[in-house]
């Protein structure tokens, strides 16, 4: 009896710790409902999972520190300061266009392929590290890749950086 009452508590820790991973409002959960978005094609849903605006302010916002801190003289630097508020002015365009293409890719009958590296990956085969209300995630062995997240005011996750490590 007393066996069958600790194999019992056994299996039952060992489903609530692998429920734990997926439960609501857990960036694992998020990412769950990522692919799925993205496996059924649905950009809308995926796109809740995504903030366009952030990824591309956080890309824009690296690609110029790279310039300033390359920069050596006056007038480069002036040339990257002009770059940068020229950027400000048609970011919005920009990242609507993106949006745009981004949905145009997920609804698209996926000829190239492009899901189907989503389609063998699993939110298992990630690390999660939680911090408050933001998330960084990153693939388990060697990745040039990792990404943060950002709990939103609804408890779901999105992702709002990705951050190219080498």
Request: with cysteine; net charge positive; proline share 3%.
């Amino acid at each position: 009896m007393q066996k069958a009452t600790a194999s019992f508590l056994f299996l039952l820790i060992l489903g609530m710790l692998m429920s734990a991973c997926t439960f609501d409002n857990t960036p694992r959960r998020s990412l769950s409902e990522l692919r799925a978005a993205l496996l059924s094609h649905d950009a809308d849903r995926a796109l809740r999972y995504v903030d366009v605006d952030s990824v591309v302010d956080c890309m824009v916002r690296d690609a110029f520190l790279k310039y300033e801190t390359k920069s050596g003289n006056p007038l480069e630097a002036l040339g990257i300061r002009a770059s940068k508020e020229a950027a400000a002015i048609i970011m919005p365009q920009v990242k609507e266009l993106l949006r745009d293409q981004l949905k145009k890719a997920i609804t698209s009958p996926d000829e190239e392929g492009y899901f189907g590296d989503i389609r063998r990956a699993s939110v298992w085969y990630l690390n999660i590290r939680v911090e408050g209300d933001e998330a960084v995630v990153e693939p388990k062995g060697k990745s040039d890749i990792r990404f943060r997240m950002a709990r939103t005011e609804g408890g779901y996750w999105r992702i709002v950086e990705i951050v190219r490590t080498r």
